[in-house]
């Protein structure tokens, strides 16, 4: 029998070192995570059957390196193809899962080829309205006029 691939998605949200540049390092994240998850790879998971990934396995490398300063958010999707031809998809994140594994003896892991990586602002950002709630920090007052200023002539 041939094998069947399931593929895997990292879904996380990322802060990067101070001065990183942030477009670069996203796609640079996302190719070590496909290197990283590749089994054709020499780093990271190998193609064998009985396989298992362990999230903290994945987010204990991406937070090794050296551009990246934290890792949150962090689950994996899996995705494979039933024998009845009907996708079937999985996250970590629903169950509370800690790790994947394959659905048959005969499944490979493969990567996708873009994971959801959100990035995080490391350096704080002045609030705007949508951040602000109603009751608490969203305040509203009336304008007065100062009546002791001068007239102008």
Known sequence: RNPAYEQIQVRCKVKFRQGARQGFYLDELNQEIVNYLSPWSAVGFK??????????????????????????????????????????????????????????????????RHHLIEVEELKSKEAGIADLSIGST??????TQCHNAPEKH
């Open 47 to 112: 193609a064998e059957f009985g396989w298992r990934i362990r999230c903290d396995h994945i987010q204990s490398h991406i937070q090794g390196l050296e551009y990246v300063a934290s890792v949150s958010a962090f689950s994996l999707l899996q995705i494979r193809v039933g024998d009845d031809r009907k996708y079937q998809l999985s996250d970590t994140a629903r169950g509370k899962a800690s790790e994947v594994e394959p659905a048959y003896p005969w499944s490979i892991a493969i990567p996708v």
């Open 138 to 143: 969203f305040i509203l007052s009336r304008r």
